[in-house]
């Protein structure tokens, strides 16, 4: 079926919702894989962080010092001064919406303390974090999509996005299959958004939704565009062990600690300031280096959450959730015994490229593909650097979801829409009728479970050139074997095998682009740590990563991209110590 | 250990009725159900469908019917369900396809009650003030994750496909009793109709569903009142 809208938003997340608001005299299309509030932003508890200063003074540009200090200097700084200064209009804009924060005595947005946030730049913790409960995210998508019922954003629900359209250089549209009829559907339109979130689940410890495959990441790569930064992967220092459940940083916002096998909290012997509340890649590289020197706990591979110490009641009012999650998954009770927990697959820094109006750039240049925008975890503009710090991803959706629905409702006043390609969705039915036929007799599901693994064991806290050769090698057979993947449900209706095995090509393709990044990255800069190359190295690496795809795993191409600097003395690159 | 998972199946390509399928299944106690289902698609029948998405709770895609109660998937360990588990779709839903249930009629619902904040007022430069004691009266309704487990629950539905729901008082609450909101007499107003609030019998099944804890059969009794005694001030 062909359909045609001013504008099409794939995903309905924060950043999603966030552009729709901007569009009120358009016709928008918001296309969901899920229903709009099982979108993963529902998961995010802890907060979004706004210098508003309603508990202590604060001010954006020491949120933008800690913001640029804790990407390891590979933020762009101009996108990070946009994002802390319009966090506070934005963070206004969600309560004007109807956001229930958590409030002050006298009656104002409560804000709590998160890692790697700082005032004066770097002299103690501050309160940043504004919060409702935790369940911020949760809240966020909630108010969004409440106010986009009130706008009447019209939705399509449960349909997968397979491929993005472009005639001549230009984004024209996306084809979509409705996951409960089967049908292909052609969304022919002047401005195209990705707000697709990110892929924790090439992991098989992660904190991430069923739904987090990288579907944006991968359609826009197969249609040439580079992938940026994407060995920059944040693993969150407290997954629930095994389970991979996130339990948040607000508990040690709120004065939780880590505590090793013996006893120990040991944190405070690595970084004297911030102590538990040090940026997370050094909190996670921390626990894996406490488990090396044999302090986990009974010598297994995890340590200790402890909140025990703040009391009964505080961890009511303040951490509900998260002590529903031990409970119930572990069977631990966080008010009488400490919590166990290991770093868990997180967040992508890395993604499509963007300009700060969200328009997506697709080299070394700047040059913007018209038409096409990326915003929220799927892109990259690049605000975190190397390492996000806690509470900033959801500034960013808002910030720049915002930011791509401004930009997106000018460019279609000014702009008629680009034909269509001849056969929109030959290259789509083709692949489906690939999926549906084949008779390879391979596994979507062992494939994928063969990835996750090799990703732990090699391209996760610590890397080297050995492990990363090692995951390259088997992500190279693993997609020759998917083209042998065969499906037992050969129905139209409610497809799901059919969406697994779609989605496992995203993840394969994010994964191989990783990898190409983190191989070629001889440093360690914020969350990519090599141990064959322990040192930051400004000299040759304050640049980001563009990798381009190739005819297979092996041959990715990389080019590399100036890091954007700003004047200020104050953010010029220095070693990092908290 | 090893379960026997019952689950009643339906492909409307295939079938023309529903059927019980049955699978044994090894799995750890401190499996969620959720797990298990996972282990079926993924090793014994690529054709068994659900939904699922966050696996933790927390986004409202799985509610289904586990040993006749409505339950999420990933929020019911395997030690909890004994040594034979049967799941069905809910009830009060039509059937798409095996678990995956028809959610539309209930988001149209959740939309009619006007489930976003109502203000007439121009908006401040910075945010509007709410005391904790106003955020706290309608704190549980915030909980909600839109799963239907309770709507599904609930036999004033069953009998009656037509009336609002639980889930949609619950989410009226929320803004009803919210101090920045203007539109409580508009909701109070829609749900006093014949297929608004007095449906409920207070059969409390849809408190007993909610995942999240939300004592929905108290917000729907409150909601009575403030009809009653003309908003939620005087309830
Ligand atoms: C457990 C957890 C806790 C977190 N806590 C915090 C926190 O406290 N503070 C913070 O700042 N950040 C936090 N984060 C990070 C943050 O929540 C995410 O980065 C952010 O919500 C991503 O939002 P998004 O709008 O980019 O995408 P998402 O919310 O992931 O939404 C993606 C959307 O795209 C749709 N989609 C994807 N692929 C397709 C396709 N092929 N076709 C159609 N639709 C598609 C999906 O249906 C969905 O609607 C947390 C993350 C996790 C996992
Ligand atoms: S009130 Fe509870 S059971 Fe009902 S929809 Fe909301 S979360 Fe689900
Ligand atoms: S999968 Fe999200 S609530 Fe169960």
């Known amino acids: ?257 880590l505590l090793n096998g013996k006893g120990e909290y040991f944190m405070e012997r690595y970084m004297p300031t911030l102590k538990d509340l040090a940026p997370r890649d050094i909190v996670s590289r921390c626990i894996v280096q406490e488990i090396k020197d044999g302090n986990g706990v009974d010598g297994k591979d995890y340590v200790y959450l402890d909140v025990r110490h703040l009391g009964a009641e505080k961890i009511a009012e303040k951490l509900p959730d998260i002590t529903d999650f031990a409970r119930n998954y572990l069977g631990v009770e966080p008010i009488t015994e400490p919590v166990p927990i290991q770093p868990t697959a997180h967040y992508a820094m890395g993604g499509i490229p963007t300009d700060t109006d969200a328009r997506v750039v697709i080299d070394s240049q700047w040059t913007p593909m018209p038409g096409f925008y990326a915003a929220g975890e799927v892109a990259c503009v690049s605000v975190h650097g190397a390492n996000r710090l806690g509470t900033n991803s959801l500034v960013d959706l808002i910030v720049f979801g915002r930011r791509a629905g401004k930009h997106m409702a000018q460019f279609i006043q000014e702009n008629d829409f680009a034909p269509l390609p001849e056969h929109p969705e030959d290259a789509s039915r083709e692949y489906i009728d690939h999926l549906y036929s084949s008779t390879g007799g391979e596994s979507a599901a062992r494939i994928r479970s063969e990835l996750q693994n090799e990703m732990i064991d090699n391209v996760f806290v610590e890397r080297t050139d050995k492990g990363l050769r090692h995951a390259l090698d088997e992500i190279a057979g693993l997609q020759e074997a998917y083209q042998n993947v065969q499906l037992q449900d050969k129905g139209k209706t409610f497809n799901t095998e059919l969406v697994e095995a779609v989605e496992l090509r995203f993840l394969l393709d994010c994964s191989e682009a990783t990898i190409h990044g983190a191989l070629a990255r001889t440093e360690s800069r914020g969350a990519h740590f090599r141990l064959d190359y322990e040192k930051r190295d400004d000299v040759n690496w304050l640049k980001h990563t563009l990798a381009y795809r190739g005819t297979q795993a092996h041959d990715v191409r990389l080019d590399y991209k100036d890091v954007i600097l700003i004047e200020d003395p104050i953010f010029k690159p220095k070693e990092r110590k908290y | 250990m090893n379960i026997l998972v019952r689950i009643k199946r339906y492909d409307p390509e295939r079938d023309a009725k529903p059927y019980w399928d049955e699978f044994r299944v090894d799995v750890e106690p401190i499996d969620r159900l959720l797990d298990t289902l996972n282990t079926i698609k993924w090793t014994m029948d690529g054709t068994l469908t659900y939904r699922r998405s966050c696996a933790h709770g927390v986004c409202g895609s799985d509610a289904m019917r586990i040993n006749g109660r409505n339950r999420l998937a990933c929020k019911v360990l395997m030690r909890d369900v004994g040594k034979k588990v049967t799941i069905e779709p809910m009830l009060g839903y039509s059937v798409i396809k095996d678990l995956v249930i028809d959610m539309d009629r209930f988001f149209d619902k959740y939309r009619s009650i006007k489930p976003y904040l109502i203000t007439h007022d121009n908006e401040p430069g910075t945010e509007r003030l709410q005391s904790p004691e106003q955020r706290a009266i309608y704190d549980e309704g915030t909980k909600c994750i839109l799963c239907g487990a309770c709507t599904g629950s609930c036999p004033s539905i069953w009998g009656n496909p037509d009336w609002v729901g639980p889930a949609s008082i619950v989410n009226a609450h929320r803004f009803i009793f919210d101090s920045r909101d203007q539109g409580g007499a508009e909701r109070l107003n829609l749900l006093s109709n014949k297929d608004g609030v007095w449906r409920c019998r207070t059969i409390f099944n849809c408190a007993d569903a909610c995942p999240r804890n939300i004592p929905v059969t108290d917000l729907i009794e409150q909601v009575k009142r403030a009809i009653v005694y003309g908003g939620p001030e005087e309830a």
């Open chain 1, 1 to 257: 079926m062909y359909q045609k809208f001013d504008v099409v938003i794939v995903g309905s997340g924060g950043a999603g919702l966030m552009a729709a608001m901007q569009l009120p005299n358009a016709s928008v299309a918001v296309l969901t894989k899920v229903y709009p509030t099982r979108s993963h932003t529902g998961a995010a508890q802890g907060g979004v962080a706004a210098a508003l200063g309603n508990q202590e003074e604060d001010h954006w540009k020491w949120h933008m010092y800690d913001t640029v200090k804790g990407g390891d200097y590979l933020v762009d700084q101009p996108a990070a001064e946009i994002l802390t200064r319009e966090a506070i209009d934005a963070v206004y804009e969600l309560e004007h919406r109807g956001l229930p924060f958590n409030r002050t005595e006298d009656g104002r947005i409560d804000q709590r303390r998160f890692g790697g946030h700082t005032r004066n730049y770097g002299e103690g913790p501050v309160r940043r974090s504004c919060y409702a409960a935790d369940r911020t995210g949760h809240m966020i998508l909630q108010t969004m999509y409440q106010n986009a019922i009130k706008n009447e954003v019209r939705f399509f629900n449960e349909f997968l996005v397979l491929d993005l359209l472009v005639n001549d250089g230009q984004a024209c549209g996306v084809v979509a299959l409705e996951i409960r009829t089967g049908e292909i559907h052609t969304f022919h339109a002047k401005a195209i958004l990705f707000a697709t979130g990110g892929y924790g689940r090439a992991w098989r410890v992660t904190s991430n939704a069923f739904a987090c495959m990288g579907d944006g990441m991968s359609i826009a790569y197969r249609r040439g565009v580079p992938l940026q930064d994407m060995e920059m992967y944040q693993f969150h220092p407290t997954g629930i062990y095994k389970v991979g459940v996130l339990l948040s940083e607000a508990a040690r916002g709120e004065g939780g600690k």
